[in-house]
C-alpha cells in the first residue's frame, strides 16, 4: 500500500507542468573565454555606426557621400545590435555549462530539440532577433518585457528605417543623417533596456557615453 503511494506521488501530472514560465536563470558566474571569440566586435560595430553617422551629417544632403554613409551607419547600428545579442547567448551559455536548462540553451543556440526515428536530437532553427532578445531580457529580469516603452516605440520606428533601406518599395526616399542617429540611439536604448543593472557587461553602458563623447570630440575634423 504504501509502496503504491509512494509511486503515485513520484507521477508527474498534467497540472504539475506550468503551461508557461519565465526562463530558469543559471546562476551567475564569470565569463568563459575564448580567444578564437572577438568579445569586442560589438562595440566595434557599434562605432562604425556612429562614425558613418558623422560622415554623413557632414557631407552635403542627398549627396552621394551622405546616403552611403547613412546607409552605412543605418547597417552597422542594427549589426552591433544583433551582434550584442548573440554575444550574450554565446557567453551565457558557456560560462553556465550545465546549469542552463536545454530550452534555454536551445534559444541561445538557435536550436530545438526533436524526435528523429527514437532518438531526441537538437537540429538548426532560426529565432527572430526580437525573440532572443526578449527571451534575454526574462531571462535576466525574469518579468516580461514591457513593450509599451519609448525604447520599444523607437526600436520599432528604426527597424521600419532599415527596412526602408533593405526592402526599398514606393514612395522611394533617401535616408537622412537624422535617420541614422535615431536608430543609433534606439539601439543604445535596447541595449541599455536588456543590461541594466549588468552583472556581465558591466562596461558595455559606459562605452555608449564615451562613444558619445567621441562624437562630439571630432567636430570640425573632416
Avoid at 104 to 132: H, T
Avoid at 143 to 165: F, V
Wanted: net charge negative.
Amino acid at each position: 500500500m504504501d509502496g503504491q503511494g509512494s509511486e503515485k506521488g513520484s507521477q508527474v501530472l498534467d497540472s504539475d507542468i506550468p503551461s508557461k514560465r519565465f526562463p530558469k536563470r543559471a546562476p551567475d558566474k564569470l565569463y568563459w573565454e575564448d580567444p578564437d571569440h572577438d568579445t569586442h566586435m560589438p562595440d566595434r560595430l557599434l562605432s562604425d555606426a556612429m562614425w558613418n553617422y558623422e560622415l554623413a551629417s557632414r557631407a552635403a544632403i542627398d549627396s552621394p557621400e551622405c546616403r552611403r554613409a547613412t546607409w552605412a551607419s543605418v547597417l552597422a547600428a542594427f549589426a552591433a545590435f544583433e551582434a550584442h545579442v548573440n554575444d550574450y547567448c554565446y557567453r551565457l551559455v558557456r560560462s553556465a555549462g550545465s546549469d542552463l536548462g536545454e530550452l534555454e540553451r536551445n534559444v541561445c543556440d538557435e536550436k530545438y530539440s526533436v524526435l528523429r526515428e527514437g532518438q531526441f536530437k537538437r537540429e538548426k532553427k532560426n529565432y527572430p532577433l526580437e525573440d532572443r532578445y526578449t527571451f534575454l531580457y526574462t531571462y535576466r529580469h525574469q518579468e516580461p518585457l514591457n513593450k509599451t516603452t519609448t525604447e520599444w516605440r523607437n526600436y520599432l520606428e528604426a527597424k521600419r528605417i532599415r527596412d526602408q533601406l533593405t526592402h526599398p518599395k514606393p514612395p522611394l526616399a533617401s535616408p537622412s543623417p537624422d535617420d541614422a542617429k535615431q536608430v543609433i540611439e534606439a539601439v543604445q536604448g535596447m541595449l541599455r533596456v536588456l543590461l541594466k543593472d549588468p552583472t556581465y557587461f558591466n562596461d558595455l553602458i559606459a562605452s555608449f557615453e564615451s562613444l558619445q563623447n567621441w562624437v562630439q570630440q571630432t567636430e570640425g575634423r573632416f
